[in-house]
């Protein structure tokens, strides 16, 4: 009996990774085919640009398909980067045609283009187009009787149902859909991605001057997180702890010199420095948890943030899928992040109940908080906000920031996983 129970949990769970895997995959794909349509119009600029070049008409239209080429080029890498490991762009590619024909970073990027838009684009639209007719079809046997007579049954442009029989093969179809994106679309997606991870990604030869002044600039956020943090932890020793110990020192003073004058009056000092003591030692205890929470050790990252949603005023439900551990500074700052994040909805947002979403794919951690408050909360704005930023840069991570009149508020914050 229990062999039969840990086997249908091992199936539960091999289920809900294929099916995160094939979701995350047809987002994946859908998200490539905005990417891939603007490619593919791209490319029938570039062969109106080569075909009029003789007319001169090209020779204007060259450099706005150059312009063109690049910012979609850089869509592209922004959309590769939240979906798995960063695709770090090389420097700024020439917009003047003739330096443009024999830049390196162009004519990847020009390679990039076409396979994106053609092979890219029919993934995209295989990637969108099958969950439609894998619901439409095997939903068909619920409906058929209400078509008209002569359309067309199946989502592949065939057959016409006439039966019950010819129903049921139209749902048949429709399960053969789901069951090919379950398998073939996380390989896809992978086959969209693969040109612009190989052809849009800084070459060994690349010059990465621009990649140094942001390392730069990521670690003078490091020194700065590192210098907020230490003055954090100084305020919090000094007004709390330190006010409560040099209590304690007085009333144990003052409880000295009443032992021999009213030895009631004594213990009740006592008792005062007793609870005076026990409220250092609290605060204490809290400032050292807030430089590394043991709970992550204890609990792991999941544990952790479960305790933090469980003391959270608002309602907060957690969903962490990262079967591998971080480094970690780096779940300490996912804890950091989480906890601020929380820490502003209970006091700003009047949200009714928030989310929190943690995602490991591709050696990068997504954190992704969401309410349904009020809105407007400015990124530029706030302690709360600039202690994130400073920490997420610290380990050269991006922040985005989506809170409209209105709401909701969403903060999504990616990590290197690190080793």
Known sequence: MAVTSVRAEGVRVLAGRTLRAAG???AELAGGLGTAATAFGLLLLLAVTAVTAPLGVG??????????LHALAGRERARLGRRGPEVIAPGPPPTRLRLALTDPTTRRELRWLLRHGTLGLLLGLLGVLLPLSAVRDTLFPLYWRFMPENLTATSFGYGVAHSWADAFAVCMLGIGSAAVILGLTPGMARLQADPGRRLLA??????????VAELTATRAAALDAHATELRRIERALHDGTQNRLVSVTVLLGAARRQVAR????ADEI???AQSAAEQALAELRTVSRSILPPVLDDRGLAGALSGLAAESPVPCRIDVDAPERCAASVEATAYFVVAEALTNVAKHSGADRATVAVRARGGRLTLTVTDDGRGGADS??????????RRVAAHDGTLRLTSPAGGPTTLEVELPCGT
């Not at 800084?202 to 990649?211: V, Y």
């Not at 009213?262 to 009056?265: K, M, V």
């Open 202 to 211: 800084a070459g060994p030869d690349t010059d990465l001057s621009l990649r």
């Open 262 to 265: 009213d030895p009631s009056r």
């Open 270 to 272: 006592l008792e005062r």
């Open 380 to 389: 530029a704005g706030g302690s709360g906000l600039t202690g994130i930023r």
């Open 24 to 26: 995350g995959a047809v």
């Open 59 to 68: 020779m204007l239209l060259a450099p706005l398909a150059l312009r063109a």
